[in-house]
């Protein structure tokens, strides 16, 4: 198989879908590298293929540890709305021969993948705003409050 460079394989893609810009890409295969390289820690260092569903796993957390809480923005920045987004920008590579994939390997993998919201916002939340925690509330009155009511006046 003849291998391209990354640029001859985005001006290929890009002819053909404009949808995503440079980065995205670039930042597709940073966390495919990402994914390969934490599922083969536990293999002795044996690479293999990466589903659908583990590169997801790995783009969450690739992004949340370069993004941090900008990471929806940046996303909606590159015009990626949803896990099926990172499939297209997958196939759209294997289209062009930059990478490969099984013949099990199909856009439905990333379907529904993740919500964007809890994925990449909820980790960034006060544990009192995350989904399904209610915030602890203390009595004034109560024995083992540290905070009395001399202490809410000014």
Do not use: C
Not at 23 to 38: G, M, N, S
Not at 52 to 65: C, H, K
Not at 86 to 96: A, C, K, P, R, Y
Request: charged share 30%; glycine share 8%; aromatic share 10%.
């Amino acid at each position: 198989m003849h291998e391209i460079s990354f640029e001859e394989a985005l001006a290929r893609i890009r002819a053909k879908d404009p949808r995503y810009p440079r980065d995205a890409y670039l930042f597709v295969r940073e966390a495919l590298d990402h994914t390969q390289k934490t599922i083969a820690k536990g293999r002795r260092g044996r690479l293999r293929h990466v589903t659908g569903q583990e590169l997801l796993a790995g783009i969450r957390e690739y992004a949340l540890s370069q993004f941090g809480p900008m990471t929806v923005t940046l996303f909606a920045e590159w015009g990626i709305r949803s896990s099926r987004d990172f499939g297209q920008i997958v196939f759209n590579m294997v289209e062009v021969g930059w990478l490969a994939k099984t013949e099990k390997d199909t856009r439905a993998d990333f379907d529904g993948g993740y919500d964007f919201e809890e994925a990449f916002r909820t980790p960034f939340l006060p544990p009192s705003k995350r989904h399904g925690s209610r915030p602890r509330q203390r009595s004034l009155h109560s024995p083992n409050s540290r905070l009395q009511k001399n202490d809410l006046q000014a």
